[in-house]
T-cell receptor
Framework: GDSVTQMEGPVTLSEEAFLTINCTYT??????LFWYVQYPGEGLQLLLK???ADDKGSNKGFEATYRKETTSFHLEKGSVQVSDSAVYFC???????????WGAGTKLIIKP | GAGVSQTPSNKVTEKGKYVELRCDPI?????LYWYRQSLGQGPEFLIY????????DSGLPNDRFFAVRPEGSVSTLKIQRTERGDSAVYLC?????????????FGPGTRLTVL
C-alpha cells in the first residue's frame, strides 16, 4: 500500500546550520505531497506542499521539491533558527482515496 | 477567519464509558476528516465526510467507533465502551472540496485518556 518514510529524529542542529529532513514515499499513482509542522503545544499546520512532479513548495525559508524519479520530497532550509524547533511530518494524498498518509514525524531541535 | 475548533480539549473517562468528541470545521468547507494520533507517531486516518455523508470510513478500527455530520458542518465522533487502547489525540481537519490537491486545516485536537 501507499506509505511515507521519513528520517528518524531527533535531529539536533546549531542555529544557522543547514537542514535536510529526508522523506521518501511509495504510491501506486500520482500523489500530492505535503510537509506539516507541529510546534510545541500547537496543532498541525501546513508548511508547504507540491501537487505534481518537479513542483517546488516553499514557505518560511523551507523548500521541498517533488522528485518522481526518486520518489522523494526532502525538506531543506539554508539557515535554521531556534524558533524552527518542532516536529515535522511528511504526508501524501492520493487522488484515488481520501486520506492523508503520514510519516512518523521528525523532531527538530535547534540550539542557540 | 475562524479555524477548525474541537471540543473538549481534554477528556478523561473510565473504561467502558461512552464519549463524544466534537469538531467545528472552517465555514464553507465541504470535506471533513477525523484522524487519531498516538504519542510519537504520525496521525492515522479514521473517516472522511463529503458534505453529510461518510465517503470513506475504512479507518475506523471497529464498530465501537462512529461519526456523524448531519448538516454538513459540525461533526461528532462517538466512541462506545471505551478501552484503554483508545487513548490518543483525536484530530479533526477540513478542506474546501476534498480534492487531493487541497490543504487540510487541522484543529488543536482532543486528548482522550481512558483510565
Amino acid at each position: 500500500g501507499d506509505s511515507v518514510t521519513q528520517m528518524e529524529g531527533p535531529v539536533t542542529l546549531s542555529e544557522e546550520a543547514f537542514l535536510t529532513i529526508n522523506c521518501t514515499y511509495t504510491a501506486t499513482g500520482y500523489p500530492s505531497l505535503f510537509w506539516y509542522v507541529q510546534y510545541p503545544g500547537e496543532g498541525l499546520q501546513l508548511l508547504l506542499k507540491a501537487t505534481k512532479a518537479d513542483d517546488k513548495g516553499s514557505n518560511k525559508g523551507f523548500e521541498a521539491t517533488y522528485r518522481k524519479e526518486t520518489t522523494s520530497f526532502h525538506l531543506e532550509k539554508g539557515s535554521v533558527q531556534v524558533s524552527d524547533s518542532a516536529v515535522y511530518f511528511c504526508a501524501l494524498y492520493m487522488d484515488s482515496n481520501y486520506q492523508l498518509i503520514w510519516g512518523a514525524g521528525t523532531k527538530l531541535i535547534i540550539k542557540p | 477567519g475562524a479555524g477548525v475548533s474541537q471540543t473538549p480539549s481534554n477528556k478523561v473517562t473510565e473504561k467502558g464509558k461512552y464519549v463524544e468528541l466534537r469538531c467545528d470545521p472552517i465555514s464553507g468547507h465541504t470535506a471533513l476528516y477525523w484522524y487519531r494520533q498516538s504519542l510519537g507517531q504520525g496521525p492515522e486516518f479514521l473517516i472522511y465526510f463529503q458534505g453529510t455523508g461518510a465517503a470513506d470510513d475504512s479507518g475506523l478500527p471497529n464498530d465501537r467507533f462512529f461519526a456523524v455530520r448531519p448538516e454538513g458542518s459540525v461533526s461528532t465522533l462517538k466512541i462506545q465502551r471505551t478501552e484503554r487502547g483508545d487513548s490518543a489525540v483525536y484530530l479533526c481537519a477540513s478542506s474546501p472540496l476534498g480534492l487531493h490537491t487541497d490543504t487540510q486545516y487541522f484543529g488543536p485536537g482532543t486528548r482522550l485518556t481512558v483510565l
